[in-house]
């Protein structure tokens, strides 16, 4: 029904930077907030960044002024990762609210994770 497809995660060197893509298609009839999440090993997913529809994005406090958040277009969130260090290491999800056309109502759906890590 619904893909989300995620790229940009690698390795890279404190400092430096990485841009996150993801793309959802599939039957969706409008989407509203995108979003990042990130887990670090042994630790919970929290709320990297976020945007809604209207391009009102919000940050957690540890990436303010680091990292933005944009919508390409009605279906494509990106990150922007600027001064990465090595506590931005962590599996990074997309996450989407959105309407299907074949159930009407609003859900939330998850991408498959892409590793970031930054270590010299």
């Known amino acids: 029904q619904v893909q989300l497809v995620e790229s940009g995660g690698g390795l890279v060197q404190p400092g430096g930077s990485l841009r996150l893509s993801c793309a959802a298609s599939?039957?969706?009839?409008?989407?509203?907030?995108m979003a990042w999440y990130r887990q670090a090993p042994g630790k919970q997913r929290d709320l990297v960044a976020a945007i809604t529809s209207g391009g009102n994005p919000n940050y957690a406090d540890s990436v303010k002024g680091r990292f933005t958040i944009s919508r390409d277009n009605a279906k494509t969130v990106s990150l922007q990762m600027n001064s990465l260090k090595p506590e931005d290491t962590a599996v990074y999800y997309c996450n989407v609210e959105l309407v299907l056309r074949a159930t009407m109502t609003r859900t939330i759906w998850w991408g498959q994770g892409t590793q970031v890590t930054v270590s010299s």
């Open positions: 599939g039957s969706i009839l409008s989407i509203y907030t």
